[in-house]
């Protein structure tokens, strides 16, 4: 299958918290998963496993396959290539993928000549200005010149975004990418996803608590709890009319429910 692939995921911590414990889920190119679920379900778990990142001394037993590539059989060198050229990671705090010493531009330039996406002073302005349009930066001559810090929490959003898609990667994995953002930006960026998705192919691994994210995002989700899936389907469907209690729960207690 192309597209990100779990099966029967197991992760398990030192001390023997079993933090994921029988996960499958499935996202093709250009589809949409939501992980949902209350804080210590086990999603950033989750997508942390799928960037092959699950932590110091973790034991993960299952699958993880991205388009027919089985990524727990990689060693460290061949992920950290995978990471970054066909998996981009949008963290929740923009500062985390950003150099905050370096402007925009050379840091994108950075990245694309690492991964040999183009190469020379021309191509790479050409490049990064292209990269800065497709996350919707309006303005990319400036925003290339500028320092993360001389931008708007939405704008410095959009450049890690920037960064993640930089090599045009087959998945993004965000976590909780629009928490820190108030609510008329963080429609923006979960808009930006799915332009991504529908213009670049992307599959997206969104990890997050917010239900009013999910169904803007739609696609499918699949809720969690206590390192379980309980609940998978379409958004509309799960979060209109839960099929288990504890979704139930989650929708009843989301003030945003009642709005
Ligand atoms: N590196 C680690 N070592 C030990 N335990 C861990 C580690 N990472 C996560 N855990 C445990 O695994 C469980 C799941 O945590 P996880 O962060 O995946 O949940 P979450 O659903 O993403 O929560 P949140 O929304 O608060 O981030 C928790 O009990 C957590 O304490």
Redesign the pocket.
């Known amino acids: 299958m192309s597209g990100l692939e779990v099966t029967d995921l197991g992760v398990r911590?030192?001390?023997g918290?079993r933090?994921?414990d029988g996960v499958s889920l499935a996202v093709e190119p250009g589809a949409a998963l939501v992980l949902l679920?209350?804080?210590?379900?086990?999603?950033?778990?989750?997508?942390?496993t799928v960037l092959g990142l699950?932590?110091?001394?973790?034991e993960v037993t299952g699958s993880v396959r991205l388009a027919g590539t089985e990524l727990t059989a990689l060693d460290e060198r061949a992920l950290s290539r995978v990471r970054g050229r066909r998996i981009g990671y949008v963290p929740q705090d923009p500062t985390a993928s950003l150099d905050p010493l370096r402007r925009i531009g050379p840091q994108l330039a950075e990245v694309l000549r690492r991964h040999r996406i183009a190469e020379g002073r021309r191509a790479l302005a050409a490049a990064v200005a292209r990269l800065l349009g497709t996350a919707g930066i309006p303005d990319p001559d400036r925003v290339a010149r500028a320092y993360p810090h001389e931008l708007s929490g939405g704008l410095r959003q959009r450049a890690a975004i920037a960064v993640a898609i930089a090599c045009g990667p087959e998945l993004v994995v965000a976590d909780?990418p629009t928490t820190a953002l108030d609510a008329l930006v963080r429609g923006r960026i979960l808009d930006l996803f799915a332009t991504l998705r529908a213009e670049c192919g992307i599959a997206l691994l969104l990890?997050t608590?917010d239900l009013a994210a999910a169904r803007r995002v739609g696609g499918e989700v699949a809720v969690?709890r206590a390192?379980r899936i309980v609940e998978a389907g379409p958004a509309e469907r799960v979060l209109s009319s839960p099929g288990h209690a504890f979704t139930a729960a989650l929708v009843a207690a989301d003030p945003g429910a009642h709005r």
């Open positions: 911590y030192p001390g918290v933090a994921v679920g209350e804080s210590g379900s086990g999603k950033t778990t989750v997508a942390r699950p932590g110091r001394g973790a909780e990890v608590h969690m390192g």
